[in-house]
């Protein structure tokens, strides 16, 4: 799997944990964390984005169960792999070593500028 199919689905995984529910953060923050772990063990050093795409593609995703069920063993809002899985994938993806941030601006018609 290649870095730009891959990060769309990371990025959702921070959308929907950024919109959980307050009392499920925690969990979801612990088992988020968890596979962060878990990524730096598997990818070690330096890494690309490439390659941490490459992991997704190759492994998938169903490892992370098992550690966002140990994290929180009594939350199971916290194993909603999408969510979890996604967002420790966008997480650690800004420590790759090429990761670049990247303007989102959008370009406007004149006058329709924002104030």
């Given at each position: 799997?290649r870095?730009d199919?891959?990060?769309?689905?990371?990025r959702?995984g921070e959308?929907r944990?950024?919109?959980?529910?307050?009392?499920d953060?925690?969990?979801l923050e612990r088992?988020?964390g968890?596979?962060v772990d878990?990524?730096?063990?598997r990818l070690?050093g330096?890494?690309?984005l490439?390659?941490?795409?490459?992991?997704?593609?190759e492994?998938?995703t169903?490892?992370?169960?098992?550690?966002?069920?140990?994290?929180?063993p009594?939350?199971?809002?916290?194993?909603?792999?999408?969510?979890?899985?996604g967002?420790?994938?966008?997480r650690?993806?800004?420590?790759?070593?090429?990761?670049r941030v990247?303007?989102?601006?959008v370009?406007r018609p004149?006058?329709?500028?924002?104030?």
């Amino acid at each position: 799997m290649r870095f730009d199919e891959a990060i769309g689905l990371w990025r959702e995984g921070e959308r929907r944990l950024a919109r959980s529910e307050p009392a499920d953060r925690p969990a979801l923050e612990r088992a988020t964390g968890a596979i962060v772990d878990e990524l730096r063990r598997r990818l070690g050093g330096r890494f690309t984005l490439q390659e941490l795409a490459s992991l997704y593609g190759e492994a998938g995703t169903e490892w992370c169960f098992d550690l966002a069920a140990r994290a929180a063993p009594g939350s199971p809002s916290a194993w909603d792999v999408p969510t979890v899985a996604g967002a420790a994938f966008a997480r650690y993806a800004r420590e790759a070593s090429d990761y670049r941030v990247i303007d989102r601006a959008v370009a406007r018609p004149p006058g329709m500028e924002p104030e």
